[in-house]
C-alpha cells in the first residue's frame, strides 16, 4: 500500500475534518519572510498566518441554493463568526465549523428526503 493511499485513509477514516493536521512544508526563503513579517503584524503564529491566507484563497464551498431555512442559517451564522478571521483552532473557528457540518449534515438529510419522496411517489 502507498503512502499517498494510507494518508488518504486516515485522512478520511480517522480524522475530523476540523482536526488540525501537521505535514512538512518547503517555502521559498523569501516567501517565508514576507510570512512571517505579516504573522508578526498580525499578532499570529506562522502556521495561523499561512491557515488564514489559504483560507482566504480556497474558501469552503458554500452550497448554492440551501432550501432549508435552519441550514441556510447555520451557514449565515458560520460565514458572520469567519468574517472575524478567528485563530485556527480557537472555540469560534470550531463553533463555525460545527455550524456549517451541522447545516451540510441537513441539506444532505433534507436532499435524501426528498429523493426518497421522488422514487415512492411522493407518499
Known sequence: ?????????????????????????LLPAALKKRLETHATLNRRSLSQEIVVALEEK????EPDATSDPAARLLFWLAKRIRRRTPKPGSARERQAALYE???SDITARMEAIHQSNQKGGNG
Do not use: C
Open 101 to 103: 457540518s451541522i447545516a
Open 1 to 25: 500500500m502507498s503512502i499517498s493511499l494510507r494518508t488518504n485513509i486516515v485522512h478520511h477514516a480517522i480524522m475530523k475534518e476540523e482536526a488540525l493536521v501537521q505535514f512538512k512544508l
Open 58 to 61: 480556497y474558501p469552503a464551498a
